[in-house]
């Protein structure tokens, strides 16, 4: 599992990505679709075409690094927004919302296992 430091930001981009693409390829999406900077530390996460595969890229500091995950069964969730005002295509996760993505969860709405109880 990844640890994701305080203050590191979690970019998920939206529509499906090239899987074939690797650390060169995935750095320039950040720079031109995502308008980024690949080497700010923050995890720019992209999904395959298929839902079962996604790849995060992060620059930890002495290097880019790349993490991958394939589902067995099941596809990741993932938004269908269109691109912002500003041409910008990603949604910020927290890192509860990422641990959900990557165990194939719906991270969008979790429901709580138990209620409540307000004091009245």
């Not at 650390?23 to 999904?47: I, N």
């Not at 969730?77 to 990422?98: H, I, K, N, R």
Request: charged share 20%; proline share 6%.
């Amino acid at each position: 599992m990844i640890t994701v430091p305080a203050g590191v930001r979690i970019h998920l981009a939206l529509g499906a990505t090239d899987m074939r693409k690797s650390f060169d390829g995935l750095g320039l999406m950040v720079q031109e679709v995502l308008r980024a900077d690949p080497f700010s530390g923050h995890l720019f996460v992209f999904r395959g075409r298929r839902a079962t595969t996604l790849k995060i890229l992060f620059h930890d500091g002495n290097g880019m690094c790349l993490f991958s995950k394939r589902l067995d069964q099941g596809a990741f969730t993932w938004p269908t927004m269109q691109p912002q005002a500003d041409g910008t295509a990603s949604v910020t996760l927290t890192p509860a919302q990422l641990s959900m993505l990557l165990e194939g969860l719906e991270w969008r709405a979790p429901v709580p296992t138990r209620r409540l109880m307000l004091a009245g």
